[in-house]
Structures are given as C-alpha cells and as structure tokens.
C-alpha cells in the first residue's frame, strides 16, 4: 500500500513542529542549517518552490531522516 505524497505544508508543519519540540527558534536553526531565516520562514509556510538543497540542510541539522523508495516492483539495478 502507498503512503500518501508529502506535500510542501507537510514539510513545513513537520519542521516546525520538530524544531518547537527542540527548543529552537527559526533564527537559531536558520544559523544551524546555514540558510537564511526568510527560508525557514517559508519552508514552515509550506512555500512549493523552496529549495531542496537548503531543505535537505535544514532536515539534517533537526535530526530527520528524509527516505525515497522507487514504485514497488520497479527494477532499479545498475545504471547504462
């Protein structure tokens, strides 16, 4: 059974949440992730166009695990 996409919003209420129960405000992980507070702004905000490098930073300085697996039964070996 497929789990439903990950919106933009769920992102942002993920790492909001996550950061409120770490004790952070958006400027102290803004300078932990090395990105702008505005970014963290609209990350939370759920903004659809961020960046997913500066996500990726911010996901990793609160401790989160980002997974992606292919469709079921999709063969993913080696690459021509």
Same mark, same amino acid.
């Given at each position: 059974?497929?789990? =439903? /996409?990950?919106? =933009?919003?769920? !992102? +942002?209420? !993920? ?8 004790? &952070?405000?958006?400027?102290? !992980? /803004? +300078?932990? /992730? #090395? %990105? +702008?507070?505005?970014?963290? %702004?609209? &990350?939370?905000a759920g *903004? ?5 490098? *500066?996500? !990726?930073? %911010?996901?990793? /300085? &609160? +401790?989160?695990? &980002? #997974?992606? #697996? ?11």
């Open positions: 059974m497929n789990r =439903p /996409a990950l919106t =933009p919003s769920d !992102l +942002g209420t !993920l790492v909001r949440r996550v950061r409120k129960a770490q004790g &952070l405000r958006q400027d102290e !992980l /803004a +300078g932990v /992730a #090395s %990105v +702008g507070l505005r970014f963290i %702004v609209e &990350l939370e *903004k659809p166009t961020i960046q997913i490098g *500066k996500a !990726l930073k %911010v996901l990793e /300085a &609160l +401790g989160c695990i &980002l #997974s992606v #697996s292919p469709p079921a039964g999709l063969d993913t070996g080696s690459e021509p």
